[in-house]
């Protein structure tokens, strides 16, 4: 279950950055996800809350960003970010092009209740 894991980074991620900052209570939490990942936010969402049940995250709400695919043109050189897998470069037209973006996982914001 790749949506287990990617709930088990959050929670991880989490863990370091409450140890780094001495601690709190989790409000919300706000990740982005890359949509290349193939993750359904809601099934992430969904483990986030199994796991986190009966541990000091209980109750925390998970903000989940999908980010756009973003790729990047041999023919004409420009970036643009592609939806879905349409894998043409939506400037030229041109095949050539490789994702250089949008397979991250990334926790952008910590909310602590005050
Ligand atoms: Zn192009």
Redesign the pocket.
Same mark, same amino acid.
């Given at each position: 279950m790749h949506e287990l894991s990617i709930a088990e980074s959050i929670v991880d991620i989490i863990g370091d950055s409450l140890a780094r900052n001495g601690g709190g209570r989790v409000r919300s939490v706000k990740v982005r996800i890359g949509e290349l990942s193939g993750v359904v936010p809601e099934s992430v969402d969904f483990c986030f809350k199994a796991i986190t049940a009966g541990t000091s995250l209980d109750g925390s709400t998970l903000e989940i960003e999908k980010t756009h695919i973003v790729a990047l &043109?041999d023919?004409?050189g @420009?970036e643009s970010s592609v939806e879905g897998l349409v894998f043409r &470069?939506p @400037? &030229?037209g041109?095949a050539n092009?490789k994702v250089i973006s949008g397979n991250e996982l990334q926790v952008v914001e910590i909310e602590l209740d005050e």
């Open positions: &043109c023919d004409c @420009k &470069c @400037k &030229c041109g092009i």
